[in-house]
């Protein structure tokens, strides 16, 4: 078991050893070729600009289709705010014109009743004036007690 413990960390110690070999060439071959650690640093530089350049492009964008999507539910209220301003103005046309409706048959009604009641009246002053004629032409011994009473 021990063994097994020790050929382990071995293993690990050789693997660290290896990479440590590896970087120390890479380093190696770095420092003694400046061109290599220029043509690097280039490269590292235009790959964090475009990685730049390509997130401030994908937040311009996200940017531009949140205020197309602002944009779009505005006009849909508005669309919808038209609409049902324009239903409300339908119904207060034909309440109006209801109104005007019913005005008229209350006018019509009120003509009526006073048609009538100008009738009745006109019919009561004649009778009365036929009674007083009658009157004035019958003797007043021949008279009978027929009064006409008056209308309230």
Not at 20 to 38: F, G, Y
Request: charge should be positive; proline fraction near 3%; glycine fraction near 0%.
């Amino acid at each position: 078991m021990q063994l097994r413990a020790q050929a382990a960390r071995e293993a690990q110690e050789l693997e660290r050893a290896k990479r440590q070999a590896q970087r120390s060439k890479r380093v190696a071959n770095l420092a003694i070729n400046p061109d290599k650690l220029e043509e690097q640093k280039l490269r590292r530089e235009r790959e964090s600009r475009a990685a730049i350049r390509a997130a401030k492009q994908a937040e311009r964008a996200a940017r531009e289709a949140e205020e197309a999507e602002k944009a779009a539910e505005a006009e849909a209220v508005r669309v919808k705010a038209d609409a049902m301003r324009e239903h409300a103005l339908e119904r207060l046309r034909t309440r109006k014109i209801d109104e005007r409706a019913k005005e008229e048959k209350r006018q019509h009604s009120m003509a009526l009743l006073v048609a009538a009641a100008a009738k009745e009246d006109d019919e009561s002053r004649r009778a009365r004036a036929e009674m007083r004629r009658l009157r004035a032409e019958t003797p007043f011994f021949e008279r009978q007690d027929d009064v006409v009473p008056r209308p309230a």
